[in-house]
């Protein structure tokens, strides 16, 4: 993959990034499911051979994808937190893969 290559591999991915922020903020599955969907083509993409002539800005869209990537997993992780609280609340039962506490001890 050459340089210019790269950089609209990283362009698009971008996109996609802040379309599932989007998706994530609003709780929209099917479009968390049209990013997961586009970021795998996407990864697809960049897993081939890549030239080892990356520019400044190859770097920082490099840089930006992985920062918003991040930031996206963390709030995934946040709404999954909060989603199995409200569901323990509703239940009046805490999850079933909380450790017991009298495994607790073993984990220490």
């Known amino acids: 993959m050459s340089a210019d290559e790269l950089r609209e591999t990283l362009r698009q991915m971008l996109a996609v990034l802040q379309a599932e922020r989007q998706a994530i903020a609003t709780l929209n599955f099917d479009a968390i499911l049209g990013t997961a969907t586009d ?15 990356m520019d400044e800005e190859c770097r920082g869209l490099l840089d930006a994808t992985r920062r918003l990537n991040e930031v996206n997993r963390q709030v995934r992780n946040l709404v999954a937190a909060n989603v199995s609280t409200r569901l323990d ?3 009046g039962s805490p999850a079933l893969y909380q450790i017991s506490p009298a495994y607790g001890g073993a984990a220490a």
Do not use: I, M, R
């Open 39 to 53: 970021k795998q083509a996407l990864c697809d993409q960049l897993s081939g051979p890549v030239s080892s002539q």
């Open 89 to 91: 609340n509703l239940t």
